[in-house]
C-alpha cells in the first residue's frame, strides 16, 4: 500500500486515524500496531508469508536485546542471522549467477521475493542489536518494539529509527491538535513533490530508456539525466516529507532524512545531507569502527573504500551499483586529499562542481546494463559530431513537454520554497492551497495512476 495510492488516502488513513485519536494511552499503541500490520500486510498480500517472517524477526530481536549486553557471541549471532536474511533474499542469486558464468555454465537464478522494507528493517534491527550489546537499555515490552520495527510511516522506505531516539515518544505520544496540523500540512506537500512533480519529471527518464540512448541528442541526454536525478530526489524527498508528517500526526517526531542536498558545495557535504539515516548508519556501526579517519590517509583511504563498496551492494545486486560506490570512494577520496577545502573555500566553484558531479554520480545508479553506460556517456559527451540516426533536434520536442517541469523541479531542490512556505504559512489561505494540491495529487492518480516509490525496490 503506496502512500500514494487511493485505498490508502481514502481507506486507510481515515479509518486508521479516526480510531487511533480516540483511543487512550496505551490502546493507542495496540492500534498503532494493528494498523502498521495492516499496512505492511497489504503491501506483502501476494506473498504473504513475508509478514510472519517480519514478526518473527522483530520477536528475536526483542528477546536478544534483553541478553546481549556484552555478549559478543550472541551479537555476533544476531548480525550473521539478519546479514544471512540479507544476502539469501537480496544477493545469493545474483553471486550464484556470476559464479555460474565463470564456470562457463548459464546463469540463470533467479531471487526470491524479498519482504518489503527488509533492507531498512535489518539495517534498524543491526542498529538496535549493536546499541543494546554496547549497553543501551532494551525496549521492555513487545508491543512497543514491535511497533518500533512496523511503524507504518516508515515501514517501507525508512527513515531508519534508532530506538534510543523513539523510546520515549513510544511510551507517551504526544498528540496535539498544533502536531496534527503541521503533519497533514507535511504530508499534502510531500505528496504534491512525488505526485505533480517527481511522477511526472520521471517520465522524461523513461521516455528516453525507451528511444535508446543511442539515439539521441546531446542536449536530450542531459535533459534526461536531470530529470532521473531530480525524479530520484524528489520522489525519495516526498515520501519522507509524508513519513514525518504522519509522525506528527500521531504524536511521533521521525528523523529528517534530506537537508536539501542538491544546494551542497561538496560530494562530502552531499551525503550528509542526503538518505542522512543511512549515512548515520554507515557512519556509526561501519565507518567509526573500522577506525574513521583516526588512523592516517592510508586507514581512512580504505574505510571509505568498504564505506562505499558496502552502500553500493546495500541499494542493489549490480555491478552498477559497485560501480556507484567505487566512483563515490574516489571522489571523496579526492576531497578528503584537499579538494573539499577548495570547493568549500570557494563557494561559486563548489557549486559548479556540484552542479555536474551529482547528476553524472547517478548515471551507473541509473543504469543497471553496463553496456549501455557507455554509450550514454558518448551522448553527454560526444567525441566527432552527431552518431548516426540521432534526431539532432529531439530536445526541441522534449523541451517544450517537460522543460517547465524541470525547472520546477531545481527550484524545489533548494530551500527557497520552504522559506515561502514558512512565510505564508499562518494565512488563513495556506490551506485552501494544500487542500488544492491535495486535490491535484487524487485527481493525477485517479487519471494516471502513481509510479511506485523508487526506494521500494532497494
Not at 33 to 49: D, H, N
Not at 246 to 275: C, I, K, Q, V
Not at 284 to 313: C, H, K, M, Q
Request: proline share 5%; glycine share 10%; charged share 10%.
Amino acid at each position: 500500500m503506496s502512500f500514494s495510492s487511493i485505498e490508502f488516502l481514502f481507506v486507510f488513513l481515515p479509518c486508521f486515524f479516526l480510531l487511533y485519536y480516540l483511543l487512550p494511552g496505551q490502546g493507542k499503541m495496540l492500534w498503532l500496531l494493528v494498523g502498521s500490520l495492516v499496512f505492511y500486510g497489504w503491501g506483502c498480500r501476494e506473498t504473504s508469508w513475508h509478514l510472519g517472517l517480519m514478526a518473527a524477526l522483530t520477536v528475536v530481536h526483542y528477546l536478544l536485546a534483553w541478553s546481549i549486553r556484552g555478549r559478543r557471541g550472541l551479537l555476533v549471532f544476531g548480525l550473521v542471522l539478519d546479514f544471512l536474511l540479507l544476502f539469501c533474499f537480496k544477493y545469493a542469486a545474483f553471486a550464484g549467477n556470476q559464479l555460474l558464468m565463470l564456470l562457463g555454465l548459464p546463469g540463470n537464478l533467479t531471487a526470491p521475493p524479498m519482504p518489503l522494507g527488509l533492507s531498512f528493517f535489518l539495517f534498524q534491527a543491526t542498529a538496535y542489536l549493536i546499541d543494546c550489546y554496547r549497553g543501551q537499555q532494551p525496549e521492555t515490552s513487545l508491543l512497543r518494539c514491535g511497533v518500533f520495527f512496523f511503524l507504518f510511516p516508515h515501514t517501507a522506505s525508512g527513515p531508519i529509527l534508532r530506538q534510543s531516539e523513539m523510546a520515549s515518544q513510544l511510551q507517551s505520544p504526544r498528540v496535539t491538535v498544533a502536531g496534527v496540523d503541521v503533519g497533514l500540512r507535511e504530508f499534502c506537500i510531500g505528496l504534491g513533490l512525488k505526485v505533480l512533480l517527481a511522477d511526472r519529471i520521471g517520465k522524461l527518464w523513461t521516455d528516453v530508456g525507451a528511444i535508446g540512448f543511442d539515439s539521441i541528442s546531446t542536449p536530450l541526454a542531459w535533459m534526461a539525466l536531470i530529470a532521473y536525478s531530480l525524479q530520484l530526489y524528489l520522489d525519495f524527498y516526498g515520501y519522507s516529507r509524508m513519513a514525518v508528517g504522519l509522525g506528527l500526526m500521531l504524536g511521533l517526531e521521525l528523523p529528517r532524512n534530506f537537508l536539501y542536498p542538491y544546494t551542497a558545495r561538496s560530494m562530502t557535504d552531499f551525503w550528509r545531507r542526503w538518505h542522512m539515516t543511512l549515512s548515520r548508519w554507515f557512519r556509526d556501526y561501519l565507518y567509526i569502527p573500522l577506525g574513521g579517519s583516526r588512523e592516517g590517509f592510508g586507514r581512512t583511504v580504505r574505510n571509505l573504500l568498504v564505506v562505499w563498496l558496502a552502500t553500493g551492494l546495500w541499494h542493489g545486486a549490480g555491478w552498477n551499483f559497485l560501480l556507484w560506490g567505487f566512483l563515490l570512494f574516489l571522489l571523496l577520496v579526492l576531497e578528503k586529499a584537499g579538494l573539499r577545502k577548495v570547493l568549500e573555500g570557494v563557494p561559486l566553484l563548489g557549486h559548479l562542481y556540484m552542479v555536474l558531479a551529482i547528476p553524472l554520480s547517478w548515471v551507473p545508479f541509473a543504469i543497471s546494463e553496463l553496456g549501455q553506460i557507455p554509450v550514454f556517456l558518448s551522448r553527454l559527451f560526444p567525441m566527432g559530431g552527431e552518431a548516426a540516426g540521432v534526431f539532432a533536434q529531439d530536445y526541441l520536442k522534449y523541451g517544450s513537454q517537460y522543460g517547465w517541469l524541470l525547472l520546477l523541479g531545481i527550484l524545489f531542490s533548494t530551500p527557497v520554497p520552504r522559506r515561502i512556505y514558512r512565510q505564508y504559512a499562518p494565512k488563513p489561505w495556506m490551506p485552501v492551497v494544500l487542500v488544492a494540491i491535495f486535490l491535484g495529487c487524487v485527481y493525477c492518480i485517479v487519471r494516471q495512476g502513481s509510479d511506485p516509490f523508487m526506494y521500494f525496490q532497494f
